[in-house]
């Protein structure tokens, strides 16, 4: 089975389930789904685990830290390389979602965690914001960094 068309089976489930269908059950959340379809996808395993090394990282940590954190802990070399055009890209999008964290963290409410710079960001998206425009690394840096890793 291919990762998108588990993705949409785990959707078409979590649907199904929510509507009250009751020979469908609530697959509940997708790492857990994925978790138990591993053999699946010889990937998933990892993927699962990478999941919840963040994600317990992630939990005590202030929202610029865990965006650090899972950005150092899931940019990694890919068998397809990518145009160099597009690398540009995605590491400019990377260094700009980074800065918006750092410049934003004192302004986010308590606990100023991931889950409230996740609400920040999601407001940004519903006013037609999303992320200010690509940091070149220079400007990126002047911004404080994280101060426990």
Do not use: C
Request: glycine residues 8%; proline residues 6%.
């Amino acid at each position: 089975m291919s990762w998108q068309r588990g993705k949409l089976e785990y959707e078409a489930q979590t649907s199904q389930a929510g509507a009250g269908r009751p020979e469908v059950v609530d697959p509940g959340r997708f790492v857990d789904w994925v978790e138990r379809r591993a053999g699946e996808w010889p990937a998933a395993g990892a993927a699962v685990a990478k999941y919840r090394e963040l994600a317990a990282a992630a939990a005590s940590a202030r929202a610029d830290e865990a965006v650090y954190r899972i950005i150092l802990g899931t940019t990694r070399p890919t068998r397809r390389i990518l145009p160099s055009r597009e690398r540009a890209r995605r590491v400019a999008a990377l260094i700009s979602l980074l800065a918006l964290a750092r410049e934003k963290q004192g302004r986010l409410d308590q606990p100023g965690d991931l889950g409230e710079f996740w609400s920040y960001f999601q407001e940004l998206r519903r006013a037609g914001k999303g992320l200010p425009r690509a940091m070149n690394l220079t400007e990126a840096l002047d911004h404080p960094q994280p101060t426990t890793l």
